[in-house]
């Protein structure tokens, strides 16, 4: 094999074991200085933004002076082929019009031999290797400029190998650190609770992405207890960030002795303040004690107490959504909450859950099932709930967050 070919096969098993581009580059030039019998060899890259070629690595130059050597778009031969495309030999390039001696000043390199091609990515030049003064004098031969173009696609290669390699990191990091938020989330839903004497509850999240903009919650306060289910807008990372501060503020309240329901109007002028617009928050938040309901809903869905006899309550919006209109008034109501009761509430992915012809499961589907399974244990009517749902959307993509909490008496 002779030595132009064992040299490409080298560069390309280069690229094939190193996903460092610069690397790979510094193998490519050197080879194409020592087979080419050239005096140098370097490589610019293309600055879309400021619309110039930058010189990226040399064989002769230190690092720092690299980085001082630049030039616009367009101007001197590596200019030329940036923009054409094409490739330039020349015998001497300072008979050339497109010459520009900026780059021969600045380095005090003399040129008069040059060969340069262009570097592509698919369709894009995104570069120019060049290699400067064959050592013989004269011009490069077309087999000098067939060899450096092979080179230039091996550089392509190893460019778009690096990308990719990059891309794949900088996945792989997103993946973990959301595989942290997501931990992070879970563990602010309870997974247990500690309800008074006589009452049983149980929560159910399955958000649509990897992290979710539902919650539930439930914990005590100072005149009984409180259970809530909330949503905010949109879905991802910044919806699950708006719910865990939202019920961060709810708790510091409860831990302060004060009933968050009450508080509504400072934490709806707090979220008016600190949400980007056309973010919101609906969410229903309830407090029983001795057989009282005391609850308010912010633009929520209407959830459902079923009674012991099968006669369902709906629990209507008593307000708009936090973070929409903080100055607008807000209701509290109550209903009677006895024993045989079962308080369910739910976010909107499980009435608005689509199957396959575009029909949502709806709050009709949701009341019978929870009328036929009234009686039953609140672990069981999410269970029942949530594969009812799956069964209706069969193979259909979960489209939003599905949330559950259920609170027996």
């Known amino acids: 094999m002779n030595p132009r070919s064992q040299a490409l096969l080298e560069a390309i098993r280069c690229v094939l074991h190193e996903n460092d581009f610069a690397r790979v580059i510094v193998e490519i030039m050197e080879s194409a200085k020592k087979l080419l019998d050239a005096d140098a060899a370097s490589l610019f890259m293309v600055n879309r933004r400021l619309k110039r070629l930058e010189m990226a690595a040399s064989t002769n130059l230190p690092s720092q002076m690299e980085k001082k050597i630049h030039f616009p778009l367009g101007v001197g031969v590596a200019g ?18 497109r010459h520009y001696a900026g780059v021969a000043k600045q380095t005090g390199v003399p040129t008069r031999g040059y060969l340069s091609v262009p570097l592509r990515v698919g369709n894009q030049v995104i570069g120019t290797l060049q290699v400067l003064n064959h050592t013989r004098g004269g011009r490069f031969s077309r087999g000098d400029q067939e060899l450096l173009e092979g080179f230039s696609l091996i550089a392509s290669l190893a460019m778009k190998k690096s990308q990719m390699h990059a891309v794949a990191l900088e996945k792989r990091r997103m993946q973990m650190e959301l595989a942290v938020a997501e931990a992070f989330q879970q563990k602010m839903l309870p997974h247990q609770f500690d309800p008074p004497p006589g009452v049983r509850i149980a929560g159910f999240n399955r958000p649509a ?10 914990f005590a306060v100072a005149n009984g207890y409180c259970v809530l289910v909330g949503d905010v807008s949109g879905k991802g990372p910044g919806a699950a960030l708006w719910m865990a501060g939202l019920s961060s503020l709810i708790h510091f309240l409860a831990d302060q002795g004060k009933d968050p329901m009450d508080e509504m109007g400072i934490l709806d002028r707090h979220l008016a303040n600190i949400m980007p617009p056309g973010l919101f928050i609906t969410m229903f938040i309830g407090s029983f004690h001795d057989g009282v309901l005391r609850y308010a809903s912010a633009g929520h869905n209407q959830m459902l107490l079923v009674h012991k006899s099968g006669e369902i309550e709906y629990l209507e919006s008593t307000g708009l959504p936090l973070a929409t209109m903080p100055d607008l008034p807000r209701e509290t109501r109550t209903v009677a909450f006895v024993e045989g009761d079962r308080l369910v509430l739910y976010s909107d992915g499980v009435v608005e859950a689509e199957n396959r012809q575009g029909e949502m499961y709806d709050l009709r589907r949701l009341e019978r ?20 749902v799956c069964r209706f959307s069969s193979c259909t993509e979960q489209s939003d967050d599905i949330t559950l909490l259920v609170v027996a008496r």
């Open 80 to 97: 030329w082929v940036a923009r054409e495309g094409k490739s330039v030999n020349l015998e001497d390039i300072t008979k050339d019009p």
């Open 209 to 218: 992405r990897q992290m979710g903009g539902d919650i539930y919650d439930g």
């Open 369 to 388: 099932l929870v009328r036929r399974h009234r009686s039953g244990e609140p672990e069981e009517i999410i269970q029942r709930i949530y594969r009812s």
